[in-house]
């Protein structure tokens, strides 16, 4: 656990908080979607919240963590789904939200402080502009630009840019090392992989550079259909027309759209699935066009609701993604949900057979996105879970069939993602972080070199307390 | 031919040119880039040039012309390649250039008048807000808008949005009507496929709203390989990298760019295949990155070339598409050229096995696209022209091996696109110029309706005087 009370002399005069409550507050995420990480993590908590102000209280901080030996857990907006930012040893929870800074806007990039909040990157790249974000979570209104780096993978905008980890969507990350004398590097390029999506176990964002595209005011647009299968391909030949702009593109499963979306219920009855669309202005013409040629009803336009209507609806985003899944956890506390990906150019004929085999029992979300260059999509099926067995054996069957499984389910970098440890940012690690103090237990490949992941065993980081994982 | 005195009588007041040698001029675009169209149509000639200040005057002469029975055959700047404005059967050559004015500026598009030369409105469009059209054609310096949407289909920035028969990519065009009392028709929708290329056979565009994207000061780049294969394998991985912003994608075979891109040839090896690219700015990282990963060698990127190295050199999109075929007809008169579709997902593998089977005689121009949602690539393959029968018997061979082609030695919509006649521009012909008056000879299903498209017989239009064609 190392020597807090000499951190705290170390650090003296920057903002800490040590009340218990609210620091246990600042140590979570949205791990409870997921009833086993809920069951794992739920008493997780740090010792004290560091909120520097600046990147030279990020260097001072991580300076005295490695001579005191205390772990550092760094954090967003806290808005992840697998305990990402969740201090599993104690010690630091880092909440870099004061670095927000947002600078240096040019056509087609802006640089910003890792605590800059999305929306808000947005409100301000847009007003002097014209442009926003290529990609946000649905937690655009919370979440930070620097944990949806280190702690996620895509989202809204990725219909049109792929995903984070693509060539070309982070132009640069300047990183601070948790060394005796802190180091501070701008990677680019290949560099970027290295802490791109490593949870903040290798080293601390401070500042970010992104591409910017276009800002539109986006229309949001429900459109029903009489079985998934119907609303699939729409969505599907949706995604594959080429000069409609859209910025998401989302299909939810009958009854879901109905029974979870509880603002928009009264344009929506509970036997349609639902196409969630996000248009640019100026292809609602083309859009209106390939809505009639598939004889597709719409049954909500935002660019068409009145002031009244409009009054307490959720944006689109915030029907997408795991905003879904979220609004699913408010109607009923007891589903969790999985992360699927439906291989192109396959992705249709599986998604109706997944269908066919589970019933109402995973009912299905899907996101179109651009991968590798096609158009295909994820899942983020709802599961009405009964056991962590049964949950299992979901995942394997989705597997079986050719679908891959992100599990949404497990705390690790290789649990959580591709079954495979980084070498690139393992590496990273022994040079930014020699005494693992940044974020422990996530990356298996640090923690215990020898486990096998492809065991099929569930790894349990010792340093949580060992009672409490029973 | 119709009453061509009574006409001039008529439009007294508008601006009119019958001098022989300047009407003669106007009355041909790059149709001899094809030999077989050069013996058709090298004689052909309107009677008179005219030239409207104003969509009111565009009325009245339609107006005259139906009353006259004078045919009318419009024609921007001349820049189309399969005699589309060209006038078969003399008469009116409508110069449109007068429309020129850019107006309604909007985030996401603009109207303009079918005159406006593309290079000039997207100047407008950036001044005013950082925006330029999604497509255009390598004659983006000289060609009109309205001529581009009644005679192209696609262009720099297909790459990302496919081409101008995809929903979305016009979003209206303002059309008067040859009658006796001429109707102004604003079409959107469905009701576009009536005009988009259709030649003018069937009304005259007089103004376009079209959608706009981000504007960039894109960089030109040309990239070095020692074979087609890796060439073509390099396009087509960069052009899946969705994170990575290029407006333009082209491959082009040894030893086409060093003998044909003279002011470049300093840069490039006889023995080169070279990949052109324009890319974004903010894209120029990741691009690095990507280049590393291939082992792929830059020859060339406009950023970092001396002003005077820059001095004299052509944009990269004056490398592209048409203009690559016009560099070669600057340095090789005798060539001529196809242009071919390499479907998905076989494009790589079908591009290699073309060339394996034609070799110098038909040195390939690949131009990367979505098409459908897929990236993939046409062919504007150079021909060393020996016979017009070996020319049919090369392209019997590209569609053997399952690669359509969309012939450019035709002068018809028919034979030149897909081989088919389209029932929507011919029932428009019927209410939009009942008289036939509009460009005739162009639409083999309004001319000749009972000719029979897979009888493998090439179209002569009787209207051309007969003994031209001999």
């Known amino acids: 656990m190392g020597d807090i009370a000499k951190l705290r002399r170390l650090i003296d005069g920057m903002r800490i908080e040590d009340n218990p409550q609210l620091v246990k507050q600042k140590s979570r995420d949205f791990y409870w979607y997921s009833p086993v990480l809920k069951r794992q993590l739920d008493h997780v908590t740090g010792d004290l919240v560091v909120s520097p102000k600046d990147e030279a209280e990020v260097v001072r901080l991580l300076a005295a963590a490695h001579e005191c030996e205390v772990p550092v857990t ?160 729409f969505a599907d030949d949706l995604g594959h027309q080429d000069g409609i702009l859209v910025k998401n593109l989302a299909v939810v499963s009958a009854p879901l759209p109905h029974d979870y979306f509880l603002r928009h219920q009264k344009f929506i009855r509970r036997d349609q699935s639902v196409v969630v669309v996000m248009l640019a202005p100026h292809a609602v013409g083309a859009f209106e066009t390939f809505c009639a040629r598939k004889r597709a009803a719409i049954l909500f336009r935002s660019d068409k609701a009145t002031a009244e209507e409009l009054k307490g609806l959720p944006p689109a985003y915030e029907l997408s993604w795991n905003h879904t899944t979220l609004r699913g956890l408010r109607v009923d506390p007891t589903i969790t949900y999985l992360q699927v990906l439906y291989p192109y150019p396959n992705a249709v004929d599986l998604v109706a057979k997944m269908a066919r085999i589970f019933g109402d029992e995973v009912p299905d979300h899907l996101e179109f996105v651009r991968f590798n260059g096609n158009v295909t999509c994820f899942g983020l099926p709802i599961v009405r879970f009964t056991t962590e067995e049964r949950l299992e054996a979901i995942i394997k069957t989705f597997e079986d069939n050719g679908c891959p499984v992100f599990n949404p389910h497990r705390y690790t970098l290789e649990e959580g993602g591709m079954k495979q440890s980084d070498p690139v940012q393992l590496a990273f690690k022994g040079e930014a972080d020699p005494k693992g103090l940044l974020n422990p237990g996530k990356m298996i490949a640090w923690e215990d070199p020898d486990f096998d992941l492809g065991s099929g065993k569930l790894y349990l980081f010792p340093g949580i307390p060992a009672a409490e994982q029973a």
């Open 74 to 233: 760094t954090r967003g907006a806290g808005t992840g789904n697998y305990g990402q930012a969740m201090p599993l040893s104690g010690g630091v929870v880092l909440n870099m939200t004061e670095l927000k800074g947002v600078t240096g806007v040019k056509p087609g990039s802006v640089t910003a402080g890792a605590g800059a909040i999305m929306f808000e990157l947005d409100e301000e790249t847009r007003a002097t502009s014209g442009q926003e974000i290529r990609l946000h979570p649905s937690t655009y209104r919370t979440a930070t630009i620097g944990g949806f780096i280190a702690g996620g993978s895509g989202g809204v905008g990725s219909i049109n840019w792929g995903g984070l980890r693509d060539l070309g969507n982070i132009i640069r990350a300047r990183v601070v090392t948790c060394e005796a004398s802190p180091r501070v590097l701008d990677l680019t390029g290949d560099d970027l992989g290295k802490v791109a999506h490593a949870y903040g176990t290798n080293g601390v964002i401070t500042e970010v550079e992104l591409p910017l595209s276009a800002a539109y005011a986006w229309i949001d647009v429900l459109v029903g259909f009489d079985s998934l299968e119907a609303a699939t391909r």
